[in-house]
C-alpha cells in the first residue's frame, strides 16, 4: 500500500506488476504549482476580438471558442506581404479557416475570418503574396 500524497503537494507514482518495487515519485509543493500556472498564464497572449470579428464569425457561423483554439494552436501560419499581417489558418469543423491577425507585444487581434481551399492557400505562396513564417 502507498502512503498518501503530502499535504499542498502532488506525488506521482509508477511501479509494474511481477515486483520490485520500483517507483518514481516526484513531489511539487502547492506554491510552485501556483508559480507555474501564473507564468504559463503570463505567458499566453490575449485575443482582442473586435466588434467587426464578431460579426463576421456570426455571419459566417464560426465559433468564436474554436477560432480561439486555431489561434492558439495552429502550426500553419504566414506571412502576408501585401498587408504585412500574420496569418492563422487551420480547421473550424471540417472546414479550413483563414484568419488575418495583428500581433502586438501581450495581444494577438484577428483581423477577419474567412474560409479558404488549399489551392487558394498554394497559389499565394507560388505567387509571392504569402511566405512562412
Request: glycine fraction near 10%; charged fraction near 25%.
Amino acid at each position: 500500500m502507498t502512503p498518501d500524497p503530502p499535504a499542498g503537494g502532488v506525488e506521482l507514482g509508477r511501479g509494474f506488476a511481477g515486483g520490485g518495487g520500483t517507483t518514481l515519485r516526484m513531489r511539487l509543493s502547492s506554491a510552485i504549482m501556483n508559480a507555474a500556472r501564473v507564468t504559463i498564464v503570463e505567458q499566453m497572449p490575449v485575443i482582442i476580438w473586435s466588434d467587426y470579428l464578431k460579426y463576421r464569425a456570426v455571419l459566417r457561423g464560426f465559433d468564436l471558442l474554436t477560432l480561439e483554439q486555431v489561434i492558439r494552436h495552429s502550426s500553419e501560419r504566414y506571412l502576408d506581404t501585401e498587408t504585412g499581417r500574420s496569418v492563422v489558418v487551420g480547421r473550424h469543423r471540417r472546414q479550413l479557416v483563414m484568419i488575418p491577425c495583428e500581433i502586438e507585444e501581450e495581444a494577438i487581434v484577428p483581423v477577419t475570418v474567412h474560409a479558404i481551399k488549399r489551392q487558394q492557400i498554394r497559389f499565394r505562396l507560388r505567387t509571392g503574396r504569402f511566405i512562412h513564417e
